[in-house]
C-alpha cells in the first residue's frame, strides 16, 4: 500500500503565536480550543484566531487530562486532578512543572478534595437495640 503524502493537509503548529505567518491548513491551539487556518496569515498578524477571518474552529473547549504530571506540557483550560481535586490551567502560555495549589497564577480550583476521605460514623449515630432472650417454641 502506498501513502500520498500530498493528500495530508493539517499542519499542527502547536500553540498560536503572535507575529507568526501562518499557512493554509496550518492548525493552531489558542484559549482552549484547536483553530485551522483558511486563509494566509502574515506574521505581522496579531490578532487571536478567535477573532480573525483567516482561521475557522475545529474544536472548542476544555481537555481533561487525568492525573496532574509533573513532566507533561499543559496549556490553557486543561483540566487536571491533582491531591483527589480536579483544577484547570488558567495560563494563555504553555507550562510545564507548575504543581497545582492555591494562589497558583497557574491553575483554578475547579472542584475541592473532600473534607476527609472516609469518616466512621460516631456510635450515637445508631439506635440502640435492646437485647432481648429467644423464647423458645411451645
Given amino acids: 500500500a502506498q501513502i500520498d503524502l500530498g493528500k495530508l493537509k493539517f499542519q499542527w503548529q502547536g500553540l498560536w503565536q503572535t507575529a507568526t505567518a501562518y499557512e493554509v491548513d496550518d492548525v493552531v491551539h489558542d484559549d482552549g480550543s484547536t483553530f485551522v487556518c483558511v486563509t494566509a496569515v502574515p506574521n505581522t ?29 499543559y496549556l490553557h483550560l486543561e483540566i487536571v486532578t491533582h491531591n483527589l481535586a480536579s483544577w484547570i490551567s488558567i495560563q494563555s502560555e504553555e507550562f510545564v ?21 472516609l469518616s466512621p460514623l460516631p456510635l450515637t449515630s445508631f439506635p440502640l437495640i435492646p437485647k432481648t432472650t429467644p423464647t423458645p417454641p411451645p
Avoid at 56 to 66: H, K, L, T, Y
Avoid at 102 to 116: I, Q
Fill in 45 to 73: 498578524n496579531t490578532v487571536r484566531p478567535g477573532e480573525n477571518d483567516s482561521f475557522e474552529i475545529m474544536a472548542r473547549g476544555v481537555n481533561f487530562r487525568g492525573e496532574y504530571d509533573a513532566q507533561a506540557t
Fill in 97 to 117: 512543572g507548575q504543581e497545582p495549589a492555591e494562589r497558583s497564577t497557574f491553575w483554578a480550583l475547579l472542584t475541592p478534595a473532600p473534607a476527609s476521605r
